[in-house]
């Protein structure tokens, strides 16, 4: 990681849903992944949910978290395929203020050592929502892991140049009053 001497490490509010009809909490590799080194490396874990794939069910979701001001990252995994039931992507894109078109670009570009040329139907994308980062993955724990380590883990820290998101997320100390 590229580092600016005199940054400092600034924790991050984040909020990880898992959009799955099979998976329960107790077999949720994917969200566990980016939860666990979401704290790791620092930041806090504000919120977790699990989801059946339903599109007004997740969209209600990242509403609320977008809304909330406690919330500076929303982490989704799963419904980005292209199965019937996959509805992640049309869920929240209609929430985004601003898509992060590099994002999927980024992480299908990564994703083609692991998978290859199947990373094509990934619809991996983010973007911000009233100053909160909403980033939505695969539901694969290697994909999250892919993305975690590929991009998150880097564009979430402060002290990483020669940008990164989180100067575009309301400071920690505005959480308060959003307005």
């Known amino acids: 990681m590229r580092v600016q001497p005199d940054a400092v490490f600034v924790p991050l509010n984040i909020a990880v849903l898992t959009v ?12 566990e992944l980016l939860a666990s080194r979401s704290v790791e490396v620092g930041h806090r874990l504000v919120a977790r949910a699990l989801l059946k794939d339903d599109l007004y069910k997740i969209r209600a979701q990242v509403a609320t978290w977008i809304a909330d001001d406690q919330v500076q990252v929303v982490l989704i995994t799963g419904g980005t395929g292209f199965t019937g039931r996959d509805s992640t992507p049309e869920a929240v894109g ?27 139907q990934s619809r991996a994308l983010a973007g911000l929502a009233n100053r909160t980062l909403v980033c939505c993955l695969p539901g694969s724990t290697g994909a999250c892991r892919t993305a975690w ?5 880097e564009q979430l820290d402060a002290r990483h140049r ?6 575009h997320l309301l400071p920690i100390e505005a959480c308060a009053s959003r307005g």
Request: overall charge negative; aromatic content about 8%; proline content about 2%.
């Open 162 to 167: 020669p940008c990164n998101f989180v100067k």
């Open 94 to 120: 209609c929430l985004l203020d601003k898509r992060i078109d590099g994002f999927g670009e980024l992480f299908r570009a990564l994703s083609i050592l692991d998978i290859g040329t199947s990373t094509v």
């Open 149 to 153: 380590e590929g991009i998150l883990a």
């Open 20 to 31: 799955s009809d099979t998976r329960t909490f107790d077999n949720d590799t994917s969200g």
